[in-house]
């Protein structure tokens, strides 16, 4: 299928398990896969938290494939995760942990299979997170794993370096999709990979290519669904537009 072209950047309506083997190498795969997680429940608060049945409607609580993460074809591999599903993606990820204090927690798990050099656990704070009623903890954090191939560590300036950033969640509202990543963390994490070459097989509504254009990079976004695909194609091009202004 042919691509939305917006500037050297590259939008597929498609499914990402087609596309993404055709898309050959990318200095860094980013992506928000559909969690696996219980989104039942939420008791006397489910109604105040808007997005779970549109969670739910758009399958984005049954999982992904992991075939889809491949470090030969991949510098580096950002995957946002669900609490529940750390102990299966970390012994994915991970090759080297011995440094890390974030990934303590891979020792739990007996068996670590290598597939990049090393890997990281990042984790977005939430001051915002959505009321809960059940025996759980706030949903105020979600865990990321920045894995890195030899020669795609870890960039940025100092204050990116950080492990973590805090910044409030969007509104399902804003773009009619229940899990838009926001701005700031976003950003961080363009800065953060190596490379120029940024690819979002799980693009929703296009957030990781706003923040790889801000960063100078050049996008490529798969996304299935063709209500936020048109979303993801609008937001491409506004930032476009505004990174060619900027620049001129
Ligand atoms: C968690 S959301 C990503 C949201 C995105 N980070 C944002 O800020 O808008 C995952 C997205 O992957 C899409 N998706 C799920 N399975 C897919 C597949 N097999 N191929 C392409 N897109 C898929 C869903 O429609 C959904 O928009």
């Not at 969670?55 to 491949?70: A, K, M, P, T």
Request: glycine share 8%; proline share 6%.
């Amino acid at each position: 299928m042919s691509p939305v072209s917006i500037g050297p950047h590259r939008l597929y309506l498609g499914d990402a398990y087609a596309s993404r083997p055709t898309l050959g190498w990318m200095d860094a795969d980013v992506m928000d896969p559909p969690y696996a997680f219980d989104n039942s429940g939420g008791g006397a608060f489910r109604k105040a938290r808007g997005a779970s049945d549109q969670i739910v409607e758009e399958g984005l609580d049954r999982g992904f494939d992991r075939s889809i993460i491949d470090a030969s074809r991949s510098g580096a591999v950002v995957v946002f995760c669900h609490n529940d599903q750390l102990g299966d993606l970390i012994p994915e990820l991970a090759e080297d942990d011995r440094e890390q204090d974030a990934l303590l927690v891979a020792d739990m798990f007996a068996h670590l299979r290598p597939r990049f050099h090393r890997a990281v656990l990042g984790v977005w704070i939430k001051p915002n997170p959505s009321p809960m009623a059940n025996k759980n903890y706030l949903a105020d954090m979600e865990p990321y794993i920045h894995a890195w191939n030899r020669g795609y560590f870890p960039q940025g300036e100092h204050h990116d370096k950080h492990r973590w950033i805090q910044c409030g969640s969007i509104r399902k509202s804003v773009y009619d999709h229940p899990t838009v990543k926001p701005a700031d963390l976003m950003e961080k994490i363009a800065r953060n990979v190596a490379g120029i070459t940024v690819c979002d097989p799980f693009m929703g509504t296009g957030s990781t290519g706003v923040a790889a254009i801000k960063a100078g990079k050049v996008f490529t976004g798969i996304e299935h669904n063709p209500k936020h695909f048109a979303t993801a194609v609008r937001r491409l091009t506004e930032a476009w537009e505004v990174s060619q202004r900027e620049a001129a």
